[in-house]
């Protein structure tokens, strides 16, 4: 059997911090490996106990979500943390900015608890995690403010096809969908978010979402 998944988890609403733990704890391929009120504790635990995923709260006492996020995976940090956020909407302006500060993806507090499982395991493996409704009602309500008053789509290094791809992860689409949209393979998606990252050298499907806003290249 492979190891379990080590999740620290920072909330700093007991009764909630209560519920994740007991969720996470409960799972076969899952345990606490630690949980704090607090950002500063966070990073500090993180550093400490070293877990495949830190679920973060953003809005926090001492040191916020944001900041903490920044200082275990932001740009710089040589061996970055694996960050899922937990959100609410009436805090989405910050999710911009947490997903700038390196995190893995989000999910809203309200989430159903298999959503938030499936989020732990797909951030412990390395991959992004973007709702597609979530993408589209948060990251695309600040489009406006995001996005810069030049069009940048000339400096590019991106292929027509592939900017067409990387609209459609920035509207939040998913391999399946955009596969559907472009009446293309699956494979063929993946072979062209493979590029995109390469080229643009981002790190995963999050950052290719803050991409396209900041440069201007979404809808």
Do not use: W
């Not at 190891?3 to 606490?32: H, S, Y």
């Not at 996005?147 to 900017?163: G, I, K, N, S, Y």
């Not at 472009?182 to 999050?206: G, H, N, P, Y």
């Amino acid at each position: 059997m492979s190891a379990p998944i080590r999740v620290l988890v920072c909330d700093d609403q007991m009764l909630v911090r209560t519920g994740l733990v007991t969720i996470i704890d409960a799972q076969p391929d899952m345990e606490v490996a630690g949980e704090c009120g607090d950002g500063r504790t966070g990073v500090e635990l993180a550093h400490e106990l070293e877990p495949d995923v830190v679920v973060m709260d953003i809005r926090m006492p001492v040191l916020d979500g944001l900041e903490a996020t920044r200082l275990l995976a932001g740009a710089g940090v040589p061996h970055p943390v694996k960050i899922l956020v937990v959100t609410t909407f009436n805090l989405d302006e910050y999710v911009y900015e947490a997903l700038r500060a390196g995190a893995s993806g989000f999910l809203l507090k309200d989430a159903p608890p298999d959503r938030l499982l499936h989020g732990i395991r797909t951030v412990a493996t390395g991959a992004a995690l973007l709702d597609p409704d979530v993408t589209r009602r948060l990251v695309g309500r600040y489009a406006a403010r995001i996005r810069p008053a030049a069009d940048t789509v000339r400096d590019t290094p991106l292929t027509p096809r592939e900017l067409e791809v990387l609209r459609l992860i920035a509207d939040g689409l998913s391999n399946s969908e955009i596969a559907a949209a472009l009446v293309i393979s699956q494979e063929t998606v993946k072979t062209f978010v493979s590029r995109i990252l390469a080229k643009l050298q981002l790190r995963d499907r999050v950052q290719a979402v803050v991409y396209a806003y900041r440069h201007g290249l979404a809808a």
